[in-house]
């Protein structure tokens, strides 16, 4: 992701999350390249998703994932992800987690299907509505026979 394609972003974000990050604060998420990874699907010069994660340690928490509605159940999200965990190994991260809406089960059914594992609630997490976040977590990201399982799980090949 880079500069050039916050537009892009924001506009995915509008549509699929009920609170947005303004530009200047994805403009910092891409300076900070030694503890954030950006990452968007283009197709035709049009961005169609957005993942993101932040380094803490060994771990990798993912903060944003989003597909344009436009392009829902396309495997944009799984490709993404694919690629979010095989970048987080490249960058020495040995497990992933990340929170998730209660209610949210297109994403919880696609995080399950990477290995992802409910561990436990935040309740209240979400300011605008209340909701719990869902917390997930998948270890030993760095296991051969996990990158060899996503890989199988990417199913386009996009402009990544
Ligand atoms: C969650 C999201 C990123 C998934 O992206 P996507 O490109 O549509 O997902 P994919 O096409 O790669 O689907 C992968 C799997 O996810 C699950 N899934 C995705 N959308 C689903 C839906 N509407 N209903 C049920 N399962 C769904 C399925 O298991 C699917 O596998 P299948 O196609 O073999 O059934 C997308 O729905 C989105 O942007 N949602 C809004 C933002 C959001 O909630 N992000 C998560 C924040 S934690």
């Known amino acids: 992701m880079q500069e050039k394609d916050l537009a892009g972003v924001m506009e995915i974000n509008d549509l699929v999350y009920k609170t947005t990050w303004s530009a200047s604060f994805l403009r910092q998420q891409l300076r ?3 503890s954030r ?3 968007v699907f283009e197709l035709q010069e049009k961005i169609l998703g957005h993942g993101a994660l932040m380094k803490v340690v060994d771990e990798a928490h993912i903060i944003s994932l ?3 509605p436009s392009h829902h159940k396309t495997g944009i999200g799984s490709s993404l992800l694919t690629v979010l965990c095989q970048e987080a190994v490249k960058m020495g991260m040995k497990s992933m987690t990340l929170e998730v809406r209660a209610s949210n089960d297109p994403a919880i059914k696609l995080y399950k299907k990477f ?3 409910p561990v436990g609630f935040r309740t209240n997490y979400y300011s605008d509505t ?3 976040a869902l917390i997930m ?3 030993d990201i ?3 026979e996990f990158l ?3 890989k199988t799980k990417k199913r386009i090949e996009g402009d990544l």
């Open 32 to 34: 900070q390249k030694e």
């Open 137 to 139: 977590w998948i270890h």
């Open 148 to 150: 060899a399982k996503i």
């Open 66 to 68: 989003a597909v344009h």
């Open 37 to 39: 990874l950006n990452i």
């Open 130 to 132: 209340g909701e719990d």
């Open 142 to 144: 760095d296991n051969p």
């Open 115 to 117: 290995g992802f594992a």
